[in-house]
Every structure is written in structure tokens, then in C-alpha cells.
């Protein structure tokens, strides 16, 4: 076990999906504080492995049959993107908080019901788009926030992955859900406003053994424009960003972020290269923002995105750093954006 897991106190959690990123999830919300009640996960194989990994005896193949038997202050939901949407809703209904991976659904028709059952129940949701949680973003939000670019005009986005994950994984979802996502957020997080209008477009170079060649433009209502760019190309190559990180997967993401404003400009590297490791492994550029070891704990971006979100579901904190609201205009957004691809015209996101 990785983390204290004490079963005597904290708000209890039960994680829906354990694969790479939830097995990781379990071990952050139990070094939070939680305790992890049960596990979900339809692979019965994978679910013995982490069930033995975290200590965790409650486990099943279907989330509603298992809150049936264990009570959980908060589901934390990490399984296959086309599946979050019907597990938060199960969830909610049967009284929990809940956290999600992103994205929190595949249309915005899903995200505002969710958004409304957590209402109808009084239970948080928080989305785990993770970038906004990282130092260099929280800063770079103050900094806008106290005016030191003056009025924002525009953002430039971009993140790259590695082409081996969009092989192995990359094509469940359109890449647009997977990566664009954590993009169009941070942009919503700075513009503060909703998308009026997209316009997007694929490589046709890269054609079907690439989909996740991608550029969209966004609007917002506020005039702010945002580029998105998302290329899942970086080659074996490259330096590695994850592969000695908790994380079970090697490979690289590459990323840079721009705000632009009259009197001013901010600019970022998703994954800083300040430190680069020539060993026996290779060339390292180790990720030190998003879920670095530290001490002996998983700490970054991910350790204050789930303190947060146990803080909210717990009613110690406020939602503000992660509304449930903002998360529905970004899938609105990246709805808007797959159907640009689709129709190669300008669209405006739908809004109820
Ligand atoms: N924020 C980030 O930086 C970040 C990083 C990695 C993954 N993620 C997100 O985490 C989620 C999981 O990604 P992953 O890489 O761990 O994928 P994965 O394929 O390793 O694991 C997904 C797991 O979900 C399980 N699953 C599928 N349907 C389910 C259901 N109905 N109920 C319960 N479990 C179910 C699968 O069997 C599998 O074990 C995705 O939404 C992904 O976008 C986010």
C-alpha cells in the first residue's frame, strides 16, 4: 500500500476505473486524507491487482451495484472517457460528491444534466483538468487577475503528445476530448467567459493514421481569441517527460502557453525544461509540475487538485477554482470544435 488508507477516518472514496491514472488517483486521495472504501473497474483482473495495491477489500465490476453496499462520501471517476458522464449521474443520484476525470462528458447535452442532478441533489462535482492546478498557471492567473497584462486580448495553447500513447490508446475518444480539453479550460479560465464561435481543422496530411493533428480557433464573447493546437506526433526520440514519474507511462508531453494582453505578455512551458538528465535510461527531461514524487508523496498539480477537491466535497472550501460551470462551456466548446472538423465551417457552440 502507498498511501495511509486508514480505514477508521476521512470521508470515504470510491474510485470508478483503475486503470493507470485512477490506480494513481487512489494513492493521491488516500495521501489527502481519504479513505478509499472501494474500487470499481470492469476488468476483474486489474481490479484484484490495485484492490491488493491500496489494501482495498470492496470492489466490484458496476459502480450502482457497489454503492448499494459501500457508502462513499465522494466517487472519484477515472475510467474510459465515453463512460464518465453515466457514472457521475449514477453517483449523484445515489448521494455522493464527484470527482471526474476530464473530460466530463462527450456532449454538452450530458455535461448540463450532470450539472443539473448535482443541483437537484446539493452534491459537488469538480473536473479534473489538472493544468489549472499547476504553479505556473495559478500564478499566471493571479497576474492577469491583478492586471499585469492589462486587457486580455488573446492566448496561444499548445500541447503535444507522444505518437506511441496515440497508438496505443490515443483513438478511443477523438484526441479532441483528450488533449484539446485541458487547452480549451485554461483558455475559459483566463477569458472568464463562454465560447461564441469556433473554427477548426485537421492535418489531411496526417489523415486517418493521425487524427490528433489539430488547430481550432476560439472566440469568446468577451472578443478574447485563443489558438488550440494538439499534435500526439512527439517521436520515440524525444526526451522523456513521464517515464520515471508515478504515473505507469513513459513518454513525453510538450506543451507551451502565451497570454497576450495590452500592456503585457505571459508565456509558459507546459513541462519546463530546467532540469535534463543524461543517464543510462536515456535522455530525461523529468516533469516536475503535474505529479512529481516528493518526500515520498505524489505532490504537483495533481496533490493540489485533489486536496481542493476534497476540500470542496467536504465543505471546507469553496468551488471556485474549478466550477462545475466552466467545465460544461469547455465541453460545449470542444463539441462545437469536433463538428467545425466534421463540416470544415465556423460553428457556435450550442447554449441552453
Ligand atoms: N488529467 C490528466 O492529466 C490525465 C492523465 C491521464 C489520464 N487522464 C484521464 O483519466 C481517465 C482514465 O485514463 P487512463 O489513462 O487511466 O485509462 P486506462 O485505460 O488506463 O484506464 C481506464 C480504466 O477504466 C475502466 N473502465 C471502463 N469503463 C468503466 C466503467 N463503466 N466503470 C468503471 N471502470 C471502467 C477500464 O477497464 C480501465 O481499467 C481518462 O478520462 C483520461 O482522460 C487524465
Redesign the pocket.
Known amino acids: 500500500m502507498t498511501g495511509p488508507n486508514d480505514p477508521s477516518t476521512g470521508p470515504s472514496v470510491v474510485i470508478?476505473?483503475?486503470?493507470?491514472?485512477?490506480d494513481l488517483h487512489a494513492r493521491v486521495w488516500a495521501e489527502a486524507g481519504a479513505r478509499i472504501a472501494g474500487l470499481?473497474?470492469?476488468?476483474a483482473d486489474?481490479l484484484a491487482e490495485v484492490g491488493r495495491t491500496h489494501r482495498v477489500a470492496r470492489t466490484g465490476t458496476d459502480?450502482a451495484a457497489l454503492l448499494g453496499q459501500v457508502r462513499a462520501d465522494i466517487v472519484v471517476i477515472?475510467?474510459?472517457?465515453a463512460?464518465?458522464a453515466e457514472?457521475a449521474m449514477t453517483a449523484l443520484t445515489t448521494g455522493s460528491h464527484v470527482f471526474v476525470?476530464?473530460p466530463l462528458a462527450l456532449s454538452a447535452a450530458d455535461a448540463w444534466r450532470i450539472a443539473d442532478i448535482a443541483q437537484a441533489h446539493q452534491r459537488q462535482v469538480v473536473v479534473?483538468h489538472?493544468s489549472r492546478f499547476t504553479d505556473q498557471m495559478t500564478r499566471m492567473r493571479a497576474r492577469v487577475e491583478r492586471g499585469a497584462v492589462g486587457r486580455l486580448c488573446a492566448l496561444r495553447l499548445r500541447r503535444d503528445f507522444s505518437r506511441a500513447w496515440f497508438l496505443s490508446?490515443g483513438d478511443r475518444v477523438d484526441p479532441v476530448w483528450?488533449s484539446c480539453v485541458h487547452d480549451i479550460d485554461l483558455a475559459i479560465s483566463f477569458a472568464g467567459t463562454r465560447v461564441r464561435r469556433v473554427m477548426a481543422m485537421r492535418s489531411g496530411a496526417a489523415g486517418d493514421a493521425a487524427p490528433s493533428v489539430v488547430t481550432a480557433l476560439l472566440e469568446f464573447d468577451s472578443g478574447v481569441i485563443a489558438t488550440v493546437e494538439s499534435a500526439w506526433l512527439v517521436p520515440f526520440s524525444a526526451p522523456g517527460t513521464l517515464d520515471d514519474g508515478p504515473l505507469d507511462l513513459d513518454g513525453a508531453i510538450v506543451g507551451e502557453a502565451e497570454v497576450l494582453g495590452l500592456d503585457g505578455m505571459l508565456k509558459q512551458r507546459l513541462v519546463s525544461d530546467a532540469l535534463v538528465e543524461w543517464t543510462k535510461a536515456g535522455v530525461q527531461v523529468p516533469d516536475l509540475s503535474?505529479w512529481p514524487e516528493e518526500d515520498g508523496a505524489v505532490g504537483g498539480a495533481l496533490r493540489r487538485e485533489v486536496r481542493y477537491s476534497l476540500a470542496v466535497c467536504t465543505g471546507r472550501g469553496r468551488p471556485d477554482l474549478m466550477p462545475l460551470e466552466q467545465a460544461c462551456w469547455g465541453v460545449e466548446a470542444a463539441e462545437a470544435i469536433i463538428e467545425s472538423l466534421r463540416t470544415g465551417a465556423p460553428v457556435e457552440p450550442a447554449r441552453r
Do not use: M, W
Open positions: 470508478a476505473g483503475v486503470g493507470r491514472f485512477g470499481v473497474d470492469p476488468d486489474r459502480l477515472a475510467s474510459d472517457e463512460s464518465h457514472l476525470e476530464k479534473g489538472i490508446f483528450e503535474l
